[in-house]
């Protein structure tokens, strides 16, 4: 007689039937990896776990999922398999595709195990949320004494806090788990260039957070609530508040609109009309003034008043005394070489040096000083315009000039060799204004010059390592491109023309009107010439050539060097460049007879 087996959960009978008394119960029972399960046929057996999943008993009838941070590549496993280092996964997973927390992901796509060097620490730049952790229970009372300073110093590296005279390491911030480097979520102040980069880079700010452009991933005040679409074209925006894009946010969405450095906002452009009028009422101004110092000194020179002739006396002993015209070319040529080194070196310096050191920024005769870069214009025309603007000041003030002397002696009846003569009396007297206004803007516009060539760097994809660079003075001009090339070709005749040509024009009349320098028999030209020459011995003539070589900052090196040598050399060089500059007019005055005070340089 045949009959059918009622067997217990995870054990099944052989066949459906059997004789009876051929055997008890049912024998057969499933391995650990394995559970029970009806077939097709209706008979029980034993199948092996699905991957995802793993069973370490026997006699089971079903199978495990394997928990987060653990997988099961291949079927029939009775345990499940753990992450490697920086990796996991979520519950079932058959292989661990993503990093644990506190890590992310650097290529996209990228199966975490396969790799784990892919799983990077995230960076400190990065928004995490905080993770709790057990510190322990607490001490009842706190240890005797104070707290050391070696354990505070110890303390502060670590992260942590002191706390009843202990090291308290307080709660850490990671990156949430499946943290890729597309969904990293930057802090707020903190701007890259794209989603493909862990290049994160630090916003100026005035004030706090709050004031800075860049609101990093979704944060303050930010019109981005969520990531965009990868690879988006508004993908910018993201870090940066509404009307402003581009590098570190500095550009304003509105092409009539400037970003101002200081409030870190985008005001509007000023008219043309009204920068035209200011830029005249300015000159008109400061001609009316010199006019005026110049006839009051006149005055005083000839006055007979006595508190008049003292007063003359007390100016021309402070001056022989104090040598100003020297000092005043220390603080212009320092001042010069300290606005070089933020846009030119990218070097940053404390704010409690700069902070009083930008009153005098107006030294630098940049064109940014009346009107923002981006309301001139394209880069090339802020080229043109901050490297062209001292010939036109120098072509009005020739022809007041030739005005002037027209006016003042007549024109003799339109005489050809009258007119002649006048018009050279009025180009020599033009040479002082021509030699003061080249001297005191040629460092400023040599560095508007060589600020073509200062690009800074920003990652834009990890996987690859590429990196695109934009000028650092305006950051819509990519390095490389079309339109940085065009500069490029500009800056190169400009600087033939200023740092070149310009000090070789100071050489030659220097060289021409060396017979009357040395032998002190001034003629008008050198007297002209003045200016170059004054502060030196007389077989020293030709030194203030060379120091303006000496001082001028060393821009050259960063159009021919590699990025990489030319910033690290650069702030260093030109530090020693700035030192050069305050000690290298080092006076010393000799007395003459008749007890006038000349200027006299040491030799260097």
């Known amino acids: 007689t045949f009959v059918d087996w009622v067997c217990a959960s995870g054990q099944f009978a052989p066949r459906t039937g059997s004789l009876v008394g051929s055997w008890e119960g049912c024998p057969l029972r499933c391995e650990a990896g394995h559970f029970a399960t009806t077939g097709s046929d209706g008979a029980v057996q034993c199948a092996q776990c699905a991957v995802g999943k793993a069973q370490p008993l026997t006699g089971q009838t079903s199978c495990d999922m394997c928990e987060s941070g653990t997988f099961a590549g291949a079927a029939g496993q009775q345990t499940c398999s753990p992450c490697i280092y920086r990796t996991s996964s979520p519950s079932g997973a058959t292989d661990c595709p993503f990093c644990s927390a506190g890590y992310y992901l650097r290529t996209l796509g990228h199966v975490a195990s396969d790799d784990p060097n892919e799983c990077l620490e995230c960076p400190a730049s990065a928004v995490r949320p905080l993770v709790s952790q057990n510190f322990g229970p607490r001490p009842r009372r706190p240890p005797f004494g104070p707290p050391t300073p070696a354990r505070a110093r110890c303390c502060a590296r670590k992260c942590a806090c002191m706390q009843y005279n202990m090291c308290v390491r307080a709660r850490v911030q990671v990156c949430p788990l499946n943290t890729t480097i597309a969904s990293l979520i930057l802090k707020p102040n903190r701007w890259r260039l794209t989603r493909l980069t862990s290049d994160i880079k630090q916003c100026p700010e005035e004030g706090g957070f709050a004031e800075s452009a860049c609101c990093g991933g979704p944060g303050i005040n930010c019109t981005a609530s969520l990531p965009p679409p990868l690879l988006s074209d508004e993908s910018d925006q993201l870090y940066c508040r509404e009307g402003m894009t581009g590098a570190r946010c500095e550009r304003c969405v509105d092409d009539n609109e400037f970003f101002d450095q200081s409030s870190q906002r985008c005001k509007v452009c000023r008219s043309a009309g009204r920068v035209a009028g200011t830029i005249t009422g300015l000159v008109l101004g400061v001609l009316l003034g010199l006019y005026l110092a110049w006839r009051a000194w006149q005055w005083a020179l000839t006055t007979r008043v ?299």
């Open 306 to 604: 006595v508190a008049v002739e003292r007063f003359v006396q007390s100016v021309r002993f402070v001056e022989a005394t104090l040598q100003l015209p020297a000092k005043a070319k220390i603080v212009m040529g320092f001042t010069q070489v300290w606005l070089v080194l933020g846009p030119v070196y990218g070097v940053t310096l404390p704010s409690e040096l700069t902070a009083w050191m930008r009153a005098f920024s107006y030294i630098g005769f940049g064109v940014d000083v009346l009107v923002s870069r981006e309301c001139v214009g394209s880069a090339i025309r802020v080229l043109l315009a901050g490297t062209l603007w001292p010939f036109a000041l120098i072509a009005a003030l020739q022809l007041l000039l030739i005005v002037r002397a027209f006016a003042v002696r007549g024109a003799g009846g339109c005489r050809p060799a009258h007119v002649q003569k006048l018009l050279y009396r009025s180009v020599l007297s033009g040479i002082p204004t021509f030699i003061l206004v080249t001297f005191c803007v040629l460092p400023s516009v040599s560095r508007s010059i060589f600020e073509t060539w200062s690009c800074e760097s920003f990652g834009n994809d990890d996987s690859s390592g590429g990196t695109t660079a934009y000028m650092r003075t305006d950051l819509s001009v990519e390095c490389g491109g079309e339109e940085h090339s065009r500069l490029a070709s500009l800056s190169w005749a400009l600087f033939a023309l200023w740092p070149v040509l310009m000090p070789l024009s100071y050489l030659g009349l220097l060289y021409y009107c060396r017979e009357s320098i040395q032998r002190h028999k001034p003629s008008y030209l050198s007297s002209s010439i003045r200016f170059l020459h004054s502060e030196y011995r007389e077989q020293w003539y030709w030194w203030e050539v060379v120091d303006m070589g000496r001082c001028t900052p060393p821009h050259l090196s960063q159009a021919s060097l590699p990025p990489a040598l030319s910033s690290r050399f650069a702030p260093p060089c030109l530090a020693a460049r700035a030192g050069s500059c305050s000690s290298r007019r080092s006076c010393c005055s000799s007395t003459s007879s008749r007890g006038t005070t000349k200027s006299l340089r040491s030799e260097e």
